[in-house]
């Protein structure tokens, strides 16, 4: 059986799912970690900090970023399987440890490396494999018809 | 989402919960999650190829595709109440707790969910990097 091999531009779609999802979520953080502390106690003050919320460049790059994350993840899903793009993208894990590593100069305990060593080598087990599920073509000469269907009161 | 989720709440609360009360809250988190996962890939896997169909239709006609799917918004629906669940956790529960289970536990149930709905075809390389990916992810989250 012939396997299921990605083209270059649906390698490019996995990477935006990996790289949008992580950095979406860090850019909310970091904009949210920004605003003066919300209170649920007050709603319409709730809703006027969200809204202004969204306006700042952090959060409104979080939800660009999240937007974008979630029509690759679509369109990830249309050719490929959900067992093979789920492990395949949580390489975005490991870009996000290293940026905070190399870029913010943060310490990464011993633990969370081995978490990026783990994951690396999952991400490398699945990519080897097939994207999708070979399904045989529906063959609708062998598919028999529980009653026959009958036009005109002659069996077809 | 989940740090979004945290500072809106402030701390969490300190609530000592027992170990079953934990248990179902994470559990409704990675149910609903699973659920609004695989719904969400049925629909996309009936809609076609969104590359193929964007080539011949232009983006409109991709979106148009998706958001004409029934299956697509339920697969929604479940995803907004994972998140909602997830708040609620986050309520009660340490983030230190919430962020590893539901993170990696998701990963289980959507490979268990995916052969047995969505009957992909899960080999040993595919589980063996859902359990290597499962366990990285709970020690990055941790």
């Known amino acids: ?43 319409y003050a709730l809703l006027d900090t969200l809204i202004a919320a969204v306006f700042t460049p952090w959060i409104a790059a979080g939800i660009a970023l999240l937007i974008g994350f979630f029509a690759s ?10 067992t093979f793009v789920l492990p395949a993208t949580a390489i975005g894990n490991v870009f996000v440890e290293l940026l905070s590593k190399f870029w913010l100069h943060e310490t990464i305990s011993l633990e969370r490396w081995v978490g990026v060593v783990l994951i690396t080598l999952g991400v490398a087990f ?8 070979e399904r045989p073509a529906p063959a609708v000469e062998k598919a028999p018809l529980e009653e026959p269907v009958t036009i ?3 069996p077809r | 989402m989940m740090l979004f989720a945290v ?14 009360m934990a248990g179902a809250m994470i559990a409704a988190v990675v149910l609903t999650s699973a659920t609004g996962e695989v719904l969400t890939a049925s629909a996309m896997k009936s809609i076609g190829d969104l590359d193929v169909i964007r080539a011949r239709s232009g983006l409109p006609g991709a979106i148009r595709a998706v958001v004409t799917s029934p299956r697509f918004f339920a697969g929604v629906f479940f995803l907004a109440v994972a998140f909602f669940a ?12 919430v962020a590893p289970a539901t993170a990696s536990l998701t990963l289980v149930a959507n490979t268990i969910a ?7 075809n899960v080999d040993r390389r595919r589980w063996a990097a859902a359990a290597l990916v499962c366990v990285g992810v709970y020690l990055l989250a941790h």
């Open chain 1, 126 to 133: 699945v990519a080897q494999g097939p994207a999708l599920t």
């Open chain 1, 1 to 43: 059986m012939a396997q299921h091999r990605l083209l270059p531009r649906q390698y490019l779609i996995l990477g935006l799912v990996a790289v949008c999802a992580p950095l979406g979520d860090s850019c909310l953080a970091r904009g949210m970690t920004a605003m003066p502390s919300i209170s649920l106690a007050h709603p």
């Open chain 2, 86 to 97: 997830l708040l609620l956790a986050l309520n009660y529960l340490n983030l230190s707790l």
């Open chain 2, 114 to 120: 995916g052969k047995i709905f969505l009957k992909e």
């Open chain 1, 73 to 82: 993840y679509l369109t990830a899903l249309s050719w490929a399987d959900l």
């Open chain 1, 152 to 154: 005109g009161g002659q």
């Open chain 2, 7 to 20: 500072i809106l709440n402030g701390a969490p609360n300190a609530v000592t919960l027992n170990a079953w």
